[in-house]
């Protein structure tokens, strides 16, 4: 029922920026629990932010000080501003959300975003 649109990704050079967001839509929806993930080719899945109730927002070691994880509660929108960007960065990023519902947890992705940092 939840869905999670994505947008912002593109290609950057080195040290640039872009800012990428995720629209949520769905019945009873909030943006309480939150993430980033991004994968590269041929690796896992890695968690670049996080956001739970009530908590900072936690991130990766290597994008701490260069990303940041935000959100707009009456939009139901989150945002992934991502500076100083490295080639690095360079992966498929995907927004998620969890509910649960009574010990059961739901999962939603977003369709992922590309994301390309290159000289």
């Known amino acids: 029922q939840v869905q999670l649109v994505e947008s912002g990704g593109g290609s950057v050079q080195p040290g640039g920026s872009l800012k990428l967001s995720c629209v949520a839509s769905?019945?009873?929806?909030?943006?309480?629990?939150m993430d980033w993930f991004r994968q590269a080719p041929g690796k896992g899945r890695e968690l670049v932010a996080e956001f739970r109730t009530n908590s900072r927002a936690r991130y990766l070691n290597s994008v701490e000080g260069r990303f940041t994880f935000y959100g707009d509660s009456a939009k139901r929108t989150v945002y992934l501003q991502m500076d100083s960007l490295k080639p690095e960065d360079t992966a498929v990023y995907y927004c998620h959300s969890y509910i649960n519902d009574r010990g059961h947890y739901s999962h939603y992705w977003g369709q992922g975003t590309q994301v390309t940092v290159s000289s």
């Open positions: 769905g019945r009873n929806f909030s943006i309480e629990n």
